[in-house]
């Protein structure tokens, strides 16, 4: 059975008094967005446990828009007082000596949460640290050069309630965990860092998902085969991109620059681009919050939009970009459901949430075959883009060459380097298998859950770092 959450964040406070004195002084809209996030983090290291935190903080923020900008004024407390503050403050920065736009009164609040099956706040710290010195133990114990391990725990209650002056009023509850095991190789020939994780917007479930101690087997596994591989070729090859690799390429070469912000502000290679193939005919990509258990899910975002699948580029033609509530009012579209926040403190911005290229119609062991010599990626590290021209750098964390269409030998020190609209032009096979990666996504000084995938996809020419042979 899911557990129901019932958030009651502004449930004293009288929102359409807040939100009148928010457009007191003029502005085209305002709301309100308040915020409780409860929960534990733990992390073992070197064998004892270095970090137990547990706690909760709550606040709520006043947001108006004058003119498609924003200004935005926040509290750590969640009175009717502090709120008028807030929207005095924010109200200010409007100032041109008349009333914004009516206030529309909504119904009353309506409740929305992700699903949950078993609370992490139900299961004991004890618990928790037993599952983790199980994953720390069997990464240990796999190889005697494994030399560190690192398990770390979190779990988070988010809980948030939205009022505006279009009348909504609805509030939310969505919990995140998320489990994370580093493991550090180590020899005469030097040393390795592996990394296996796991999360979503799931309870204690997860863990019979996936059993932490096959991660960490997985974790161990990969820093001892980075220390036996051979250094990577360099050169430019074909290069297929494993599902299991997550889709970190996708999230970077082309997610960003499809955020509306980022497009009006024409840092983005994908600006005024719509109706263009941007992309291979075998490529659909979209941003989906509405997925089960992913990272990104949510039923409603910061704005109190409803979470929705926003097909952004659709067999390589780019149809549309993803949107809050401000730009969608710029440019007369409803908003996509991207508005989201860091937390009550900071203005929401337009963000992904769970971005993914949708599955095709080869095989992975189709597309391997296809290869007689290049590289297999398996497993991402971490990468810079430039989104104004779309040129991209990335780390490959596990890495195998290719030889006659099979995976022969583990090779490390691999990078990927070159521009992600020609990248996704030029793929030519797409795999009907689907990979997640779990992430935190930076932007503009604020960082949100989210999750990108993508299937495997054969590159048929990048240049790959590494060593001239």
Same mark, same amino acid.
């Given at each position: 059975m899911n557990e129901v959450y019932e958030v009651t964040l502004l449930n004293e406070v009288n929102t359409a008094k807040v939100l009148k004195e928010a457009l007191s002084k003029g502005g085209q809209f305002a709301d309100i967005f308040a915020e409780e996030k409860a929960g534990t983090t733990i992390e073992i290291e070197a064998q004892r446990v270095e970090r137990l935190v547990r706690g909760s903080r709550s606040g709520a923020g006043v947001r108006v828009v004058h003119n498609h900008r924003t200004s935005y004024s926040y509290a750590d407390l969640l009175e009717e007082s502090a709120l008028a503050d807030c929207a005095r403050a924010s109200a200010?920065?409007?100032?041109?000596?008349?009333? =914004? #736009?009516?206030?529309?009164? =909504?119904?009353?609040? #309506?409740?929305?949460?992700?699903?949950?099956?078993?609370?992490?706040?139900?299961?004991?710290?004890?618990?928790?640290?037993?599952?983790?010195?199980?994953?720390?133990k069997t990464a240990r114990a796999f190889d005697k050069r494994i030399r560190q391990v690192k398990v770390i725990y979190s779990d988070q209650l988010r809980s948030i309630a939205v009022a505006n002056t279009n009348g909504d009023m609805k509030t939310d509850a969505v919990n995140y965990v998320i489990f994370y095991v580093v493991a550090i190789a180590g020899d005469e020939t030097g040393m390795q860092v592996a990394h296996e994780s796991l999360g979503g917007t799931m309870g204690m479930e997860m863990f019979r998902e996936r059993d932490p101690e096959e991660m960490a087997i997985t974790a161990a596994r990969r820093a001892i085969a980075n220390?036996?591989?051979?250094? $990577?070729?360099?050169?430019?090859?074909?290069?297929?991109?494993?599902?299991? $690799?997550?889709?970190?390429?996708?999230?970077? $070469?082309?997610?960003?620059g499809l955020e509306a912000d980022l497009a009006e502000q024409e840092l983005s290679v994908y600006s005024g681009r719509v109706g263009e193939q941007v992309?291979?005919?075998?490529?659909?990509?979209?941003?989906?919050?509405?997925? #089960?258990?992913?990272?990104?899910?949510?039923?409603?975002?910061?704005? =109190?939009?409803?979470?929705?699948?926003?097909?952004?580029?659709?067999?390589?033609?780019?149809? =549309?970009?993803?949107?809050?509530?401000?730009?969608a009012m710029k440019y007369g579209l409803e908003s996509t459901g991207n508005g989201r926040k860091e937390s009550y403190s900071h203005p929401p911005i337009v963000r992904m949430s769970n971005t993914l290229i949708e599955t095709g119609e080869s095989s992975p062991e189709e597309i391997l075959a296809s290869v007689e010599k290049g590289l297999l990626v398996r497993r991402m590290g971490g990468g810079q883009v430039n989104t104004v021209n779309g040129d991209f750098v990335f780390e490959v964390e596990e890495g195998w060459l290719i030889e006659n269409g099979k995976a022969s030998v583990p090779v490390r020190g691999a990078t990927l380097t070159g521009n992600g609209p020609r990248l996704l032009k030029d793929i030519d096979m797409v795999g009907n298998d689907l990979g997640f990666g779990i992430g935190t996504c930076g932007k503009d000084g604020q960082g949100v859950p989210v999750a990108d995938a993508q299937p495997t996809l054969r590159i048929p020419q990048i240049v790959v770092g590494g060593r001239i042979e």
């Open positions: 200010s920065a409007v100032n041109n000596g008349e009333n =914004g #736009s009516p206030i529309k009164t =909504g119904p009353g609040w #309506s409740s929305h949460h992700v699903p949950l099956k078993e609370p992490p706040q139900k299961c004991g710290v004890q618990d928790k640290l037993e599952i983790m010195w199980k994953a720390e220390l036996e591989a051979r250094p $990577a070729p360099g050169g430019t090859m074909p290069v297929v991109l494993a599902s299991e $690799a997550g889709g970190t390429m996708i999230h970077e $070469a082309i997610g960003h992309a291979s005919p075998l490529i659909t990509v979209a941003d989906d919050a509405t997925l #089960s258990g992913k990272r990104g899910t949510f039923s409603i975002d910061d704005e =109190g939009s409803p979470a929705q699948r926003t097909v952004l580029v659709e067999k390589g033609v780019l149809k =549309g970009y993803m949107y809050d509530r401000r730009m």
